[in-house]
């Protein structure tokens, strides 16, 4: 069901971002997003003619309390609204707090990681704050950018639908939906130094990995070789370079190798088809695996050793199509062929660097 939602007295605050109530004096700033050509279209509106248009949806805003102004660095740049769903079209959750969220961003801004920011935020305050179940997020399916963002965000698919616009097209697009118990989980979720102690369910966690890699078309990775052996574990935890994901409750759920440095790694001094984009001091993950009992814990690991080098190599094979989706949704670029020590299969290899993300 729909919960009742008012934020007109709240404000909420993020790294680069402040959330806050519309205000009249924010017409012209919303007038001058809202005008662009190719904003609007992206939620399903025309872009707005006359300050006229903006000013009568600015007065909704103000009216409705549910929808956020976005300001950045003392300007306004877009907007996200907490809106009602239709509660017929998704019935299962009648029993559910829920509310869907959408946002509309100024087009000079796009590709800066603001919206994703904004999002996370309001999550929080809705889940945390506001005690809500459930949120729903939905996106027109040629909509990449928005796509990227509720991923990013913890969403996860729910269904493909056909959506009228106010301009009276149609649309093909996709909803998606974030559970509170599942932003609860991965919120809780950290990672932590290997220890002897944890083998066992490193182990464990490798075997579920081949398992799972077999039923999803990809047997040839570590299927043939067991891969990764006891002893190379055993080693990479003594030399304090296996790491493990844990959950709020203390369990491991997942697991991977890291490593940072000047030409670290030794496998990847040969690439054929392509090259390298960055010849800096990079890092390397490698064997990411887990249980699957938490969505995303593989997303999280590879974002974890990112945020510490801001240069990160990675290879995986050819049939592991789950995590070639995983790299290119997080902005890895493919550069070329690399093999590996343990069989003669040829490897993607992939890499993403801050500094080359900034020039």
């Excluded at 599942?182 to 809780?188: N, Q, W």
């Excluded at 790694?265 to 938490?294: F, L, M």
Aim: charged share 35%; proline share 2%.
């Amino acid at each position: 069901m729909n919960a009742d939602i008012d934020i007109s007295n709240t404000v909420l605050t993020t790294a680069r971002l402040i959330l806050r109530p519309f205000r009249e004096d924010d017409l012209d700033e919303f007038f001058a997003y809202a005008c662009v050509d190719g904003v609007g279209q992206m939620a399903g509106w025309a872009p707005h003619r006359s300050k006229a248009d903006t000013e009568m949806i600015l007065n909704d805003f103000i009216a409705g309390k549910k929808t956020f102004a976005l300001e950045y660095e003392g300007k306004l740049i877009g907007s996200l609204g907490i809106e009602k769903y239709d509660e017929e079209q998704f019935s299962q959750l009648k029993d559910l707090k829920a509310r869907e969220i959408g946002y509309v961003l100024a087009k000079e801004y796009w590709g800066k990681g603001l919206m994703t920011e904004a999002v996370k935020e309001v999550i929080r305050f809705l889940f945390e704050e506001c005690d809500l179940d459930a949120l729903l997020c939905g996106h027109f399916l040629r909509n990449k950018r928005s796509a990227r963002v509720i991923e990013k965000s913890g969403f996860r698919h729910l269904v493909y639908h056909e959506y009228k616009t106010r301009m009276d097209t149609l649309e093909e697009a996709e909803m998606c939906i974030l559970y509170k118990d599942s932003y609860e989980r991965r919120k809780a979720l950290r990672i932590k130094h290997a220890e002897k102690e944890d083998l066992n369910r490193m182990l464990q966690i490798y075997e579920h990995a081949r398992r799972f890699m077999d039923s999803s078309g990809n047997p040839l990775q570590w299927g043939p070789t067991k891969w990764p052996p006891e002893d190379l574990l055993r080693k990479d935890t003594e030399e304090g370079n296996s790491y493990v994901c844990v959950d709020g409750e203390g369990k491991i759920v997942g697991t991977f190798y890291y490593v940072y440095g000047e030409d670290i790694e030794p496998t990847y001094r040969k690439i054929e088809d392509g090259c390298w984009q960055d010849d800096s001091a990079y890092g390397v993950i490698h064997r990411i695996a887990c249980d699957h009992s938490v969505s995303g814990i593989g997303k999280f690991c590879i974002e974890w050793a990112y945020e510490r080098c801001g240069h990160l190599r990675i290879d995986t094979h050819g049939d592991n199509i789950v995590m070639r989706k995983v790299l290119e949704k997080l902005g890895f670029v493919h550069c070329g062929t690399t093999y590996v020590e343990e069989d003669d299969y040829p490897r993607l290899a992939y890499e993403k660097s801050e500094r080359l993300m900034k020039e």
